[in-house]
């Protein structure tokens, strides 16, 4: 800790400033959430008075219009689902690439980082072709399809920690008869746990706000949360103002108390994904 | 061991390959040939060498229109979110009182996905412009500037803490030692901190760059593209000549393929540009 001068005392005076216009949008649209929806356009920056006070109108609004809370399972499943399986497979993967030696093996590896800087517009139209096509537009066909086009920054940041992993250890459990299969789940996930939990942050703050994905391969029949949202819009102007921010609102609650639970993971998750990224 | 590990290729590689290839090494390969084809189903392409290419950049303004429209954006944006992150790292890396709080909530954005945050400043912007009779898509202005200040309270967090990081393991000696040699606080960041945080600054450009480029979700709640289309980036311009009118499916992969070309190349001179002035403590 730092003394308390008077230029210390100044920057925390701005930084606190500076903090308050950070939560300001958010709070913003939670004052607005409570406004009936035609007093949100006219004037947002201004409290409910019992004129416009909706109490909570626009969250009943919401919920039945988008199926809020349809929506959040989808959310949930896929995002758990995408997450747990990219972490077991890509872990696997990167291992067995770190250790296997060959040229077809550092193919593969290659192939993965290159995946990484493909911008998704590139295979949007053929990779939701192809998707219906095998009938893989359901909620576990697109925890498959994260599996596929999430594996690239996965199974690098894995292929970096793996390799760093002492070779000694994993011959004297060979020598103790130790086959690969165990060995993995014994040894070498474990050492790798902290890099897992980086992994699974970065793809859950990527797959929980994903739209364009969701929406082409599954969207018709599934809404997931920015999904809701969106449907939400409508026609330019002709929209509920008061139901759309009521449900973001309701998609915000959940990012904030999944952050005020993670935040030191997901702070540690975010270096770390950089630095390797 | 290892040649028992290849063994068992099935377990470890096979699940991930096999989703890698069908959903990512396919999709990129018919791409790129569908690119040079004429078809509304994947099954009816017709060869038409570059036509689509051509048409691409010469049929209507709309692409060259979001590519300039990006690049103007991207440019803006990577030099004000690196800026305010490195100013808010350096604040926040001198061990003051509510570090932490300070750290949380300039972070907190970052979590809120692109089509939530998209509607938030469309709220906030359209209140601002309220008094004057106008709203965001008024003036593609408008549009643009309300992006550039949606990204940055987006981005601003993470980049800080990757900035932070970077200025925290800068050895407190080499400080010290050029307190006592009598060196200033502007030469101490200049000279030291600045050059040894190079690494930092290669990574944070690059992430602000790329996520620059790649924009969609934000650009389509914040204003979908209007006025007219004149506030589209690359990425919507893309999904609306897919699905905006039928028969421009090839246009589409076409602009697709040169999309990814552009981001591709930008990406590795910017790492090689910026990894060039990395240096050694």
Redesign the interface.
């Known amino acids: 800790m730092e003394k308390l001068s008077f230029k210390n005392i100044l920057t925390i005076i701005f930084l606190a400033l500076l903090s308050l216009v950070f939560i300001a949008p958010v709070i913003i649209v939670v004052i607005n959430s409570f406004k009936g929806q035609f007093f949100i356009a006219d004037s947002p920056f201004t409290f409910p008075n019992s004129g416009t006070f909706s109490g909570f109108e626009n969250y009943i609004n919401g919920i039945e219009k988008t199926d809020f809370f349809g929506a959040f399972f989808y959310s949930l499943v896929i995002t758990i689902g995408a997450v747990g399986l990219i972490v077991l497979c890509t872990s696997m993967t990167a291992w067995y690439l770190a250790r296997v030696k060959g040229k077809l093996s550092s193919l593969i590896y290659y192939l993965f980082v290159f995946s990484m800087i493909v911008p998704f517009q590139m295979v949007m139209f053929t990779l939701s072709k192809i998707a219906n096509t095998l009938r893989f537009d359901n909620p576990l066909g697109l925890i498959l399809i994260y599996l596929g086009f999430g594996a690239g920054l996965s199974v690098f940041i894995f292929t970096g920690f793996a390799r760093a992993i002492p070779l000694e250890i994993e011959e004297a459990a060979t020598v103790d008869g130790c086959g690969p299969v165990r060995m993995f789940f014994y040894i070498i996930f474990p050492i790798l746990r902290p890099t897992a939990v980086t992994v699974a942050i970065l793809n859950a703050m990527w797959i929980w706000n994903d739209y364009l994905l969701p929406y082409l391969i599954i969207g018709s029949d599934y809404k997931t949360i920015p999904i809701a949202v969106q449907y939400l819009q409508g026609g330019y102007g002709s929209r509920d103002m008061g139901a759309l921010m009521a449900m973001l609102v309701l998609s915000i609650i959940p990012i904030i108390i999944f952050y005020l639970l993670c935040q030191k993971y997901i702070i540690k998750g975010v270096v770390a994904g950089a630095v390797k990224g | 061991?290892?040649s028992?590990?290849?063994k068992?290729?099935f377990?470890?590689?096979l699940?991930?390959?096999?989703?890698?290839?069908?959903?990512?090494?396919?999709?990129?390969v018919?791409?790129v040939y569908?690119s040079f084809t004429e078809f509304t189903?994947?099954s009816n392409a017709q060869f038409v060498g570059f036509q689509n290419y051509i048409d691409a950049f010469t049929g209507d303004s709309t692409f060259l229109n979001a590519l300039w429209f990006t690049v103007k954006f991207a440019v803006v944006s990577i030099i004000t979110v690196n800026l305010f992150a490195f100013l808010?790292a350096l604040?926040?890396s001198?061990?003051?009182?509510?570090t932490n709080?300070?750290?949380?909530?300039?972070?907190?954005?970052?979590?809120?996905?692109?089509?939530?945050l998209g509607?938030?400043?469309q709220?906030?912007i359209?209140?601002i412009l309220?008094p004057y009779g106008v709203d965001l898509?008024f003036n593609a202005n408008y549009g643009f500037w309300g992006l550039v200040v949606l990204t940055n309270?987006q981005m601003i967090?993470?980049m800080m803490?990757?900035y932070i990081?970077g200025i925290n393991n800068i050895s407190p000696q080499l400080i010290e030692a050029a307190k006592i040699d009598g060196a200033t606080p502007f030469q101490i960041l200049r000279k030291i901190t600045l050059p040894l945080t190079m690494p930092s600054f290669t990574?944070?450009t690059f992430?602000t760059l790329?996520n620059s480029?790649?924009l969609?979700?934000q650009n389509?709640?914040l204003t979908?593209g209007?006025p007219g289309r004149e506030t589209s980036m690359?990425?919507l311009d893309?999904?609306n000549t897919?699905y905006g009118r039928i028969g421009y499916?090839g246009v589409?992969?076409a602009?697709?393929?040169v999309?990814?070309l552009l981001?591709?190349v930008l990406?590795l001179l910017q790492v090689y540009l910026t990894r060039s002035k990395e240096v050694e403590a």
């Open positions: 061991m290892h028992s590990l290849k068992h290729f377990i470890f590689l699940p991930t390959l096999i989703a890698f290839t069908v959903f990512f090494i396919v999709p990129f018919l791409g569908l189903t994947v808010l604040a926040l001198k061990g003051l009182k509510g709080l300070f750290r949380a909530v300039f972070f907190m954005p970052n979590l809120i996905g692109g089509i939530v509607y938030i400043w709220v906030i359209n209140g309220l898509t309270w967090g993470y803490i990757i990081a990574i944070c992430l790329t480029f790649k969609f979700d389509l709640a979908a209007a690359l990425a893309i999904y897919f499916e589409g992969q602009k697709g393929v999309f990814f981001v591709a990406a």
